[in-house]
């Protein structure tokens, strides 16, 4: 909802120095709606958040386990910024 909001109000900036209201309705639904919008999404991200259970040791287990899998695309960047590609390796 707020992306599609974003589109409108883009569209809406042509029209900053004109003596036009043809968007403003457009402005009128737009800045309440993609407020509470934004209000619900953070609201559920602080609570997704707090309630979050973090386990070091598990992670640090993770880590060793994969023996630094998880790094793979910034060492492919690396190569691919070297001239190396999937094919050469």
Same mark, same amino acid.
């Given at each position: 909802m707020i992306r599609g909001n974003s589109i409108t109000a883009l569209e809406?900036?042509?029209?900053?120095h004109e003596r036009d209201i043809s968007h403003s309705s457009a402005e009128r639904m737009i800045l309440p709606?993609? #407020?509470? %919008?934004?209000?619900y999404m953070l609201s559920l991200m602080t609570g997704i958040i707090e309630d979050m259970v973090v386990y070091p040791d598990r992670m640090m287990q993770?880590?060793? #386990?994969?023996? %630094?899998?998880?790094?793979s695309p910034e060492l492919c960047c690396c190569w691919l910024n070297r001239g190396l590609t999937g094919r050469s390796l």
């Amino acid at each position: 909802m707020i992306r599609g909001n974003s589109i409108t109000a883009l569209e809406n900036v042509a029209l900053w120095h004109e003596r036009d209201i043809s968007h403003s309705s457009a402005e009128r639904m737009i800045l309440p709606d993609a #407020s509470l %919008g934004l209000d619900y999404m953070l609201s559920l991200m602080t609570g997704i958040i707090e309630d979050m259970v973090v386990y070091p040791d598990r992670m640090m287990q993770n880590l060793e #386990s994969t023996r %630094g899998l998880v790094f793979s695309p910034e060492l492919c960047c690396c190569w691919l910024n070297r001239g190396l590609t999937g094919r050469s390796l």
